[in-house]
Each structure stands twice: as structure tokens, then as C-alpha cells.
């Protein structure tokens, strides 16, 4: 019998090449602080339950503030370890000695880690995107007001349909960031509870304490259940699908506002600062920054639905499909869309609106005419359908040339054999600044019902700031209590 030929050593080259390398660049990029957070947490807890000595404890506690996170950055992968876990446990090793480092892992494993390093990264970032999108809310809630009056074309089928104000229109993609806000608050409670303890599925038989971690890492609960702490990827998806349908808004807002700044319909003028020219064509003031934010947000979007689409049929249990690979790619997902949001905000905060322009249109081009069948019904009590019908014949016998005065004789004419209307009602309806005013019911653009609006709009902005800094407090005290809990462990051991 043939002698087999040597074993081969771990890692193969290709193995190393196109994961092992590519996965430890990404853990430094995202895990590092995160694992060593855990790293403190856990170690305090081993301690206080009494499942690992304090002197020992506490030598953990001072080999990790001996680490060097520059020396850890910039380590290259050779090889001799398997992932940024192995390789900090091999920098503790030389520090504090094997045995008592080894101590560390006591009651856990990478499993419960990595889904704690997880949902640690993914709650930094739906508090960013949060931060991106209250921003860009206040911003658009001042131009709602600002612009509360300023008359504009409401749109239907891409065909100006009614005269509203631009107030009133802002103030319903303002609406939608708030629906974005609460979606990101409540997925914000699902992903921050710790499932640290779980360890590889079914917890473990020493008497450790997931509470206090949970207190010592920022978290709001534990993520109960073992099993699916592990092996759930629901909480990942829910964050992915609020950031598609926030980023679905986001690009349909700025399609807009391409279109508005366009030559043809010249609504908005983006300022110098935001404007790129062309190396041969002179005159060309192109909107290049709102082409970035839309493309931003369609890349956010599709990486977002990816995170869906490849964890689709995958078992339930843990498995790589939900880690390595997967994990940096919501969070580029949520990086593109902090990028676009940012952008955008800072265009529009120095755009100029040509008000004369959007007012001009708003009173053209038969917009204000359903107001005028309106008027008809009001002032003679005949059905919607014959003064839609009235009206439809003068618009058809106008063609394509519109003009309010001609509207109002021919509709005066087509009433007077059964109904008394005064010419100048007639002729106050076909006024886009009386459309806005006389739709009052909530929800509407006159001012008597969107003001209130824009000013609960402002008030909702605060509420969600105020909700916002509570989240940061939350997770610096938790950090702050890491290093009060270590202090006195230490001053245990030496005697102070």
C-alpha cells in the first residue's frame, strides 16, 4: 500500500485568498470595537458570577487595554489564525498567558459573538441613517413653511392635475420620513437585544448573567430564545426592508426634483455649489449632485433587497450564509443611503424655488377648472355630473389655449338658460389662489389646515431629536459603565 502523500495545511491558498483574507479585512473595519467590547463585558461577568477568579479577571481586563488598535488595523493575514476572534485571542495569549486567557471564552462562543458584534453594528447604523433622515426632515419641514403660500401644479400621471402649494406638497414627503422615523425606531428595539449568552444554540450550564451584559453592551433585552438568537435573521431583513422603502421614497422626491430643474420646467435652481458644468458647452449648469442622490439611494436600495434575496431558503440554524459575507453588505447599504440622504439635504437647503414660475403654471392650463364645476354644484345645487359635463365643453372648445377670462364667458353662457351665476364667481373660481383657500378639510393646502400641520411636523422633529440623543446616551453610559465596572475589579484585586 502507497504511503499517502503530506496532509495539506490549513488554510489553502485559494481559501485564504478569497475569504479568510477578505473577511479579517472586513471584521477590523467593522468588529474590532465591538469584540472588545464584548471582550470587557463578558470577562466582568465571568467575575461577578464567580465563574472566573478576579486576579485573573482582572489580568484579562489589562491585557485588553494593552491592546494596540493601530497594531491590529494594520495586521495583514498570514495564515496562522482563522479570523480577528483567533487572532486576538493569540495578542491575549502572549499577554496574560494562555490558560488564563483561554479563560475568557468560558460560556460562549463565536456563534453568540458574532451576533452580538452584529446587532451592535446594525443599531450604530439605523441610528445614523436616522441622524441622516431627521436632518433632512427639519430641513424640508422650514421650506414647508417658508413656501406654505407659494402656489404650484399638483401632478397626476406626470399632467399638472390642480394648483396646491408647495408647502402642501413637501409636507407629504415629510410625512413619509416620519413614517421612516417610526419604522426605524421600531426596528431600532428588535435588533438592540443581546443575544450574548446563547452561545453556539443552546446556551450554556454555567450560572452566567445575560442581564448584566445586556446592561454593560447598551442593550434594551435580551433576545430570549437560544435557538433564535443564533439562527433568526429576521432582524437584519427588517432593517434592510425599512431602508429599501426609505430609499424607494428618497429617489421618487428627488426624480422631482431633476424634473423641476430642468430648462422646461425651471422650478428649482440648485445653487453654484452644487452645480457642474460641461468641458464643452458653455452655458450647461448641470444638477449632478441630485443624479448622485438618486443613484445613491436606487445602489442602497437593491444592496438592501439583496440581504432578502440571499438569505431566501437558507436553514434555519446557524450558518455563513447571514455572517461574513452578508453583514458588510447591509452595511454598505445603509452607508449609501447616509450618503444620499446627506447630499440631498444639503442641496435642497440651498436651492431657490422659482415661485413665479410654480404660481404661474399653478394658475394655467385649466388647472383650477374642478374648482369651477365645484362653484356650479355650490351655487345652484346642480349634480357634479352636469357641471362636469358644463365644464368639460368649455374646455374642449378652448383647445389648447387656455384662458380664464373666454372659460368664464363660455361657461356663464352655458348656465344662464337654467342658472343665475354671477360672472365674477364664475370667474373667482378659475383662480388657483381661491383653489388653495377653499380646501380647508384636513389634509388639504389651505393655510388653515396646513400650517397646524407643518407646525406638528416642527414639533415631531423634536420629539425624534430628543429620542435620538436618549439612544446615544444610552450607549456612552453603557461604555461608561464598562469602564467604571473594570476600575472597580481592579481596585478589588489590588487592594484599593
Known sequence: MENPG???????????????????????????EPLLEIEYAHTLMLARQEIMPLAEAAA???????????????????GSFEDLFFFLEKKLAAICGAEVAGKMHTARSRNDIDLTMYRMVLR???????????????????????????????????????PTT??????????????????????YARVNRNPLGACAITTTGFPIDRSFTMRLLGFDALQ?????????????????????????????????????????????????????????????RNPVPLEHVRVLASRALFEAQSIVGIL???????????????????????DDAERSVRLLN????????????????????????????DTLVRETAMSFHSAHGIVSRAVRELGRDYDADAMAAIVEREVKSQYTVA???????????????????????????LEPEIMRAREATATDRKWLEQREHMLAEARETVRNECNHLMGQVDGY
Open 312 to 334: 431566501h431558503n437558507t436553514p434555519f440554524a446557524d450558518m455563513n450564509d447571514a455572517e461574513d459575507d452578508l453583514q458588510p453588505l447591509a452595511y454598505t447599504a445603509f
Open 166 to 187: 408647495l408647502g402642501h406638497y413637501l409636507m407629504a414627503y415629510i410625512e413619509i420620513l416620519e413614517r421612516d422615523a417610526e419604522r426605524i425606531r421600531d426596528s
Open 423 to 449: 360672472r365674477e364667481t364664475i370667474r373667482g373660481a378659475l383662480s388657483a389662489k381661491n383653489f388653495v383657500a377653499v380646501r380647508k378639510i384636513a389634509g388639504g393646502p389651505a393655510a388653515e389646515v
Open 124 to 162: 450604530r447604523r439605523l441610528l445614523q441613517i436616522f441622524e441622516a433622515l431627521l436632518n433632512l426632515r427639519q430641513s424640508l419641514v422650514e421650506l414647508a413653511w417658508k413656501h406654505r403660500g407659494t402656489l404650484m401644479p399638483a401632478y397626476t400621471h406626470n399632467q399638472p392635475a390642480q
Open 346 to 373: 444639503g442641496v435642497v437647503q440651498d436651492a431657490e424655488f422659482n415661485t413665479d414660475a410654480m404660481g404661474k403654471a399653478a394658475d394655467g392650463n385649466f388647472l383650477p377648472v374642478t374648482e369651477l364645476a
Open 224 to 284: 430570549v430564545n437560544s435557538y433564535g438568537a443564533i439562527a433568526a435573521v429576521d432582524y437584519v431583513a427588517e432593517c434592510c426592508g425599512n431602508l429599501a422603502t426609505a430609499m424607494l421614497s428618497l429617489g421618487r422626491f428627488a426624480q422631482d426634483l431633476l424634473l423641476w430643474s430642468t430648462v422646461e420646467f425651471g422650478y428649482l435652481r440648485l445653487s453654484d455649489a452644487f452645480v457642474q458644468i460641461s468641458s464643452i458647452m458653455p452655458q450647461k
Open 60 to 78: 484579562c481586563i489589562r491585557a485588553l487595554d494593552s491592546l494596540s488598535r493601530d497594531e491590529i488595523l494594520s495586521a495583514e493575514y498570514d
Open 6 to 32: 503530506p496532509k495539506a495545511k490549513f488554510p489553502a491558498p485559494v481559501y485564504r485568498e478569497t475569504i479568510l483574507a477578505p473577511v479579517f479585512a472586513d471584521a477590523k473595519r467593522y468588529f474590532l
